[in-house]
C-alpha cells in the first residue's frame, strides 16, 4: 500500500460526458501527479502540483483540467469525453516538487468511455 | 526534453535466471535522477530504484543491481536469480525539469519492458 488514494478505481461513461477522479496524497507529501497510462501512448505524464499551485505541465488536453486544493486532495476533471479518452489514470505524489525523492503511485481509476 | 528508449519490449526467462533490462535516455539536464518503477499485473506502480546522475557507484540491493553509466547514457537493471514473483512490466524513467524551466521531479517514462519469468 503506497498510502496514495485513487477514487473510484472503475468508471464508466459515455462520449460526450464529464468525470472527476479524485486522488489523496500519502500524509505529509505536498507535491501531486497525475499520469494518464493507455495502450497505444504508454504512461504520460499529464500535470503536477505542489503545494496548491501547477508546477509542472506536459500534454494535458485542454478538456482536462486539474487541482489541488488546500488540504492537498487532488481533482482531475476529464470532460466531453471521448472513446480515446479510456486509460488507466494514476496519481502520485512525493515529499517535494523537485529533486530527489521517488514518486509514490495510488492504484489507478481505469476510465472506460462508451 | 526528456526522452528514454527500452529497446526490450518483452524478455522471457525460466526462473532462476539472471535478466537485464535496458534503458538508455536523454536529457540536456546536467543533474538529475533516474528511476526503476515495476508494474505487476495487478496494475500499480511500484518504486524500486533511483540513482542520481552525480554519483556513478553502481550498486546492489538484495536481488537488484543497476549498472549506470553517464558516458554512454545508460541505467540497466539486473534482477539476479529472477522468481516467478518478478513477472511485470518494468519501467525505465528520468526526472525531468518543467517545461517552463523550473525545477521539477515529475518523471518521465520509457515503454517498459515486459518482463516473464516462467517456472
Known amino acids: 500500500d503506497s498510502g496514495v488514494t485513487q477514487t473510484p478505481k472503475h468508471l464508466i461513461t459515455a462520449t460526450g460526458q464529464r468525470v472527476t477522479l479524485r486522488c489523496s496524497p500519502r500524509?505529509?507529501?505536498?507535491?501531486v501527479y497525475w499520469y494518464q497510462q493507455s495502450l497505444d501512448q504508454g504512461l504520460q505524464f499529464l500535470i503536477q502540483y505542489y503545494n496548491g499551485e501547477e508546477r509542472a505541465k506536459g500534454n494535458i488536453l485542454e478538456r482536462f483540467s486539474a487541482q489541488q486544493f488546500p488540504d492537498l486532495h487532488s481533482e482531475l476533471n476529464l470532460s466531453s469525453l471521448e472513446l480515446g479518452d479510456s486509460a488507466l489514470y494514476f496519481c502520485?505524489?512525493?515529499?517535494?516538487?523537485?529533486?530527489?525523492?521517488?514518486?509514490?503511485f495510488g492504484e489507478g481509476s481505469r476510465l472506460t468511455v462508451l | 526534453a526528456q526522452k528514454v528508449t527500452q529497446a526490450q519490449t518483452e524478455i522471457s526467462v525460466v526462473e532462476k535466471e539472471d535478466v537485464t533490462l535496458d534503458c538508455v535516455y536523454e536529457t540536456r539536464d546536467t543533474t538529475y535522477y533516474l528511476f526503476w518503477y515495476k508494474q505487476p499485473p495487478s496494475g500499480e506502480l511500484v518504486f524500486l530504484i533511483r540513482r542520481n546522475s552525480f554519483d556513478e557507484q553502481n550498486e546492489i540491493s538484495g536481488r537488484y543491481s543497476w549498472n549506470f553509466q553517464k558516458s554512454t547514457s545508460s541505467f540497466n537493471f539486473t534482477i539476479t536469480a529472477s522468481q516467478v514473483v518478478d513477472s511485470a512490466v518494468y519501467f525505465c524513467a528520468p526526472s525531468g525539469r518543467a517545461i517552463a524551466g523550473g525545477a521539477t521531479n515529475k518523471l518521465i517514462f520509457g515503454t517498459g519492458t515486459l518482463l516473464a519469468v516462467q517456472p
Open positions: 502520485a505524489s512525493s515529499v517535494r516538487g523537485s529533486g530527489a525523492g521517488e514518486l509514490f
Open positions: 500524509s505529509g507529501d505536498l507535491s
